[in-house]
């Protein structure tokens, strides 16, 4: 109930927001600048985006255990190499994976250490996460 | 095609890939059994497909920042509250936010430390290739 005279109106119908519809301009005045440019905000989304697919998972996966050529990957995830291939390319489009030529083979590794942590992180939050499902949310 | 005295066809159209198609049996064999389960991989690519869409990928740049509640978010972004709040119940219901009641405000914040470091290294991954878009790639 409120502190005046004034008698708000029931729970809302999203009991996930507040009660009073009022931004805190001080909150909001001092995260602004700090905010990510919007040109850099669609990159990381698009490089989530192209992360958001079992199959491109799949191939990240097994790069973070090794090094391996199309074949390879092709072989592991019992799909064509011509399949493998066209992912791999967007993957390396974006910079997640990096490739070498050795003689007549082409490797394909995890692009850096951001990717490889950056999965890791991903797996450790997905790992963690699951228990809870079946366990009780938290609120 | 035997493995004797044939001779190789010319190079192949995809020059990314290995001009001798053959899996490294060892190599697959491994990595195979260190691959994660298919369930897993399907969590993780929903919750990077979850990331990747720039409206969402706003909301956690500004939660990487400070904890807020709805109406700073949608002011923030610039975005109803209505349109914010669904966004934020799809973040957690992939434990991506968490929220908070303190009296009748609800306050959103990253979920945890993976989450915080996750957007962090695919942060740091996109400003640190972006020089390279215009600087020659490797090959």
Excluded: W
């Excluded at 440019?37 to 490089?47: K, N, S």
């Excluded at 490889?116 to 079946?134: I, K, Y």
Aim: hydrophobic share 40%; glycine share 4%; with cysteine.
């Amino acid at each position: 109930m409120p502190n005046s005279s004034v008698t708000l109106p029931a729970a809302p119908p999203d009991a996930d927001a507040c009660e009073v519809s009022q931004a805190n301009e001080a909150a909001v005045a001092a995260v602004r600048p700090q905010l990510l440019p919007a040109p850099v905000v669609v990159t990381l989304a698009e490089t989530f985006k192209l992360l958001g697919d079992p199959t491109r998972v799949r191939i990240l996966d097994a790069l973070s255990k090794a090094e391996l050529c199309v074949c390879d990957l092709a072989s592991l995830l019992d799909v064509s190499e011509s399949a493998t291939s066209h992912q791999l390319r967007l993957l390396r489009n974006l910079r997640l994976v990096r490739s070498r030529r050795a003689g007549r083979m082409v490797y394909y590794a995890l692009d850096d250490e951001h990717i490889t942590r950056l999965f890791a992180q991903g797996l450790e939050h997905v790992e963690e996460s699951a228990p809870r499902q079946d366990g009780g949310g938290r609120s």
